[in-house]
């Protein structure tokens, strides 16, 4: 049996709630019901008036790897605003008739996904014009037991980065919403949906629910398992895997030895993985989009077989990926400043010191366990969010 998601329980139990009030919808094409219905069609099919619709990073139908633009959807005929164009990460002008809006986003279980930035600036947003916040819940893909990663201080916030959360969070969208809502914005008035039957140990093919891709380059389940770790790579000079046939799960570069460094790994005997090394030649981006790295460049580099994903700890693997890089790569290996001076490992890890440690040669168990306080005491702040149980 499915597990029913914020959007089954609107749909079949809070539905008159929204009568008679117009409606801004925070969506995209993963708002869905657990038999894959559309938020946005049932709404309109079921008499309610959806005003307006906000479209977050990838757009309305997680099909955009550039900005997004404002425009009308052809499906139900309704204005889409962009949430993701060149004021990203801000709160955006919510219309003065709204009288409630409805978020339904599916996250991937990383501190990284914009899809919690985009929450906050909602939420605040809201807050400024006194509009309640429904937040219809989906399940964490990565399940809501583990959590990993160092919590990110403020100096390094960012759209891609919001302070206290850890890499691996734990938590679902409207468990997120409550804490945000505390730490941001205390005046926010913010509903949660709740799911039915879901609870904590659950990976998203537990579920019962199917994957839908929130990303052109979050494919599957196996990409949202090692995307804590991998997303930093985002902060090097070496290739995501983006344009390939596994993005996010490929990493390489042209002057990377993917066997030796495939071995290197190997030989750290890393809980619940393997790597084997791979070849592969990106391909060229949209039009429109950004370069990926090393575009029609041949590049060799390694995958991660995760063998037991329970075992797997894909932060402390991800740091250990960087560190055997610098061991056998560590003149060409590069890392990459933000417009605002920032580095941009620093802003996906939350903190200057990791980056730091890693060039010092200090050891990544060393270097995690430095974070262990911390994560401790976001756990103490964490827990009073939960909504689901174990």
């Not at 071995?263 to 989009?289: D, E, I, K, Q, S």
């Not at 996906?348 to 911390?374: F, H, K, Q, Y």
Request: glycine residues 8%; proline residues 8%.
């Amino acid at each position: 049996m499915s597990v029913a998601t914020g959007v089954d329980t609107l749909l079949s139990q809070r539905l008159d709630e929204l009568r008679g009030r117009r409606l801004g919808l925070v969506v995209n094409h993963t708002a869905l019901t657990a038999d894959g219905r559309w938020l946005p069609e049932e709404l309109i099919r079921r008499g309610l008036d959806v005003a307006v619709m906000f479209a977050p990073e990838h757009g309305l139908r997680g099909d955009r790897m550039s900005a997004v633009a404002d425009e009308r959807d052809p499906v139900t005929g309704v204005a889409v605003r962009s949430l993701y164009g060149r004021h990203a990460g801000l709160a955006p002008e919510l219309p003065a008739d709204l009288d409630a809006v409805i978020h339904c986003l599916q996250d991937i279980g990383s501190r990284f996904w914009t899809y919690t930035s985009t929450l906050l600036a909602v939420m605040e947003a809201a807050s400024a014009a006194d509009i309640p916040v429904w937040v219809c819940d989906r399940p964490n893909p990565l399940g809501g037991r583990v959590v990993a990663g160092p919590p990110l201080e403020p100096a390094f916030r960012s759209f891609v980065g919001i302070d206290p959360l850890p890499i691996r969070h734990g938590m679902t969208c409207g468990e997120m919403a409550l804490l945000l809502r505390d730490r941001f914005t205390p005046s926010a008035r913010v509903e949660v949906v709740a799911m039915a039957g879901w609870h904590r140990a659950m990976w998203h093919d537990q579920t019962g629910l199917p994957y839908v891709a929130p990303s052109p380059n979050a494919p599957s389940l196996a990409h949202a398992i090692v995307h804590p770790g991998h997303n930093l790579f985002k902060g090097l000079n070496v290739s995501e895997g983006y344009g390939t046939a596994k993005p996010c799960e490929w990493k390489g570069a042209p002057f990377i030895d993917g066997p030796a460094w495939a071995a290197r790994l190997n030989a750290r005997g890393l809980a619940g993985v393997v790597y084997r090394p791979v070849w592969f030649r990106p391909a060229r981006a949209p039009t429109g989009t950004a370069p990926w790295k090393y575009e029609d460049v041949p590049c060799q580099g390694v995958e991660p077989v995760v063998l037991d994903r329970d075992a797997f700890e894909p932060v402390e693997a991800g740091l250990h990926m960087i560190d055997a890089l610098i061991d056998l790569h560590g003149a060409q290996l590069r890392w990459p400043v933000h417009p605002d001076g920032r580095h941009q490992f620093d802003l996906r890890v939350g903190n200057d010191r990791v980056r730091a440690d890693l060039l010092a040669r200090r050891p990544v168990a060393e270097i995690a366990a430095a974070w262990g306080d911390d994560l401790l005491e976001f756990g103490r702040l964490r827990r009073q969010y939960l909504l689901y149980p174990d």
